[in-house]
């Protein structure tokens, strides 16, 4: 009897602090949604402050056919003889990097490549002046200028491919923004609002470091203790019905004639 009084007792004890620990999560989960509900996706993506824009090529006489800029049918040759075996293109594309035509080769490795359209050597990317260019043709806010940096390590707030270029402006939104270091292409737009609603976003699916796991170990967890906590309440209510003893009632008394 005591044996059995002492596992209901646990049993309450682990529905009572599963029901704590979700309970947390549960506000967390309402606060979350109910901020990110508020806001337009338009807002939250920057598009108030700036415009992914694709800029026209300059000049298009100027372009050499990709035939003659790649030799062979289907292989680049590169300055190593030994990884460039094996290194087939399969897609080719004409791209505009702030007016230059610059040819885009995607191959078996799964990585990019880029070429001078006008030239036909290898594109080594934007440089400064072309980023704060190109910042003038995208940015539409009423902020300057304040940095221009280069990152080989992106913070938190930009999770695409490196490098990349972060320009940061004086601005109320606190802007930042974010072009590829290849062809100065608009990647990101960060502003304050953005950061908040990826701190609720980051709570709301509870993956604390990459903020884009929807399977998180944080999430199974959670999904552990809420089947816990509904297994645990089943039991007791079990028992609270059915299987806990009930007090024996005594005689009422006759009525006096």
Same mark, same amino acid.
């Given at each position: /009897?005591? +044996?059995?009084?002492?596992?209901?007792?646990?049993?309450?004890?682990?529905?009572? =602090?599963?029901?704590?620990?979700?309970?947390?999560?549960?506000?967390?989960?309402? +606060?979350?949604?109910?901020?990110?509900?508020?806001?337009?996706?338009?807002?939250?993506?920057?598009?108030?402050?700036?415009?992914?824009?694709?800029?026209? *090529?300059?000049?298009?006489?100027?372009?050499?056919?990709?035939?003659?800029?790649?030799?062979?049918?289907?292989?680049? $040759?590169?300055?190593?003889?030994?990884?460039?075996?094996?290194?087939?293109?399969?897609?080719?594309?004409?791209?505009?990097?702030?007016?230059?035509?610059?040819?885009?080769?995607?191959?078996?490795?799964?990585?990019?490549?880029? *070429?001078?359209?006008?030239?036909? &050597? $290898? =594109?080594?990317?934007?440089?400064?002046?072309?980023?704060? %260019?190109?910042?003038?043709?995208?940015?539409?806010?009423?902020?300057?200028?304040?940095?221009?940096?280069?990152?080989?390590?992106?913070?938190?707030?930009?999770?695409? @491919?490196?490098?990349?270029?972060?320009?940061?402006?004086?601005?109320? @939104? @606190? &802007?930042?923004?974010?072009?590829?270091?290849?062809? +100065? %292409?608009?990647?990101? !737009?960060?502003?304050?609002? =953005?950061? !908040?609603?990826?701190?609720?976003? /980051?709570?709301?699916? /509870?993956?604390?470091?990459?903020?884009?796991?929807? @399977?998180?170990? =944080?999430?199974?967890?959670?999904?552990?203790?809420?089947?816990?906590?509904?297994? &645990?309440?089943?039991?007791?209510?079990?028992?609270?019905?059915?299987?806990?003893?009930?007090?024996?009632?005594?005689?009422?008394?006759?009525?006096?004639?």
């Amino acid at each position: /009897m005591i +044996a059995k009084h002492k596992f209901w007792r646990v049993l309450t004890r682990v529905h009572k =602090w599963a029901a704590l620990i979700l309970g947390v999560q549960m506000v967390l989960w309402f +606060a979350s949604g109910f901020f990110m509900s508020f806001f337009d996706i338009e807002n939250i993506r920057g598009e108030h402050v700036a415009e992914r824009i694709q800029w026209p *090529i300059d000049d298009v006489s100027q372009i050499i056919p990709i035939l003659q800029i790649v030799p062979g049918p289907q292989i680049i $040759p590169g300055p190593d003889v030994e990884k460039s075996e094996g290194y087939k293109l399969y897609q080719t594309r004409l791209i505009s990097v702030i007016g230059t035509p610059v040819y885009e080769l995607k191959s078996t490795r799964d990585d990019l490549d880029y *070429i001078d359209a006008r030239t036909g &050597t $290898p =594109w080594l990317g934007a440089n400064e002046t072309q980023i704060r %260019e190109a910042v003038d043709y995208y940015y539409i806010g009423d902020g300057k200028v304040e940095t221009v940096i280069k990152l080989t390590e992106a913070p938190i707030e930009y999770r695409g @491919n490196l490098p990349v270029w972060q320009v940061q402006f004086a601005d109320k @939104n @606190n &802007t930042r923004l974010y072009l590829s270091a290849d062809t +100065a %292409e608009l990647k990101g !737009v960060r502003t304050s609002l =953005w950061r !908040v609603f990826d701190f609720m976003w /980051m709570l709301h699916i /509870m993956d604390y470091k990459e903020r884009s796991n929807f @399977n998180s170990w =944080w999430l199974k967890l959670l999904s552990f203790l809420a089947f816990l906590f509904a297994l &645990t309440g089943i039991g007791l209510l079990i028992h609270r019905i059915a299987l806990r003893p009930r007090p024996k009632r005594g005689l009422k008394p006759k009525p006096k004639s």
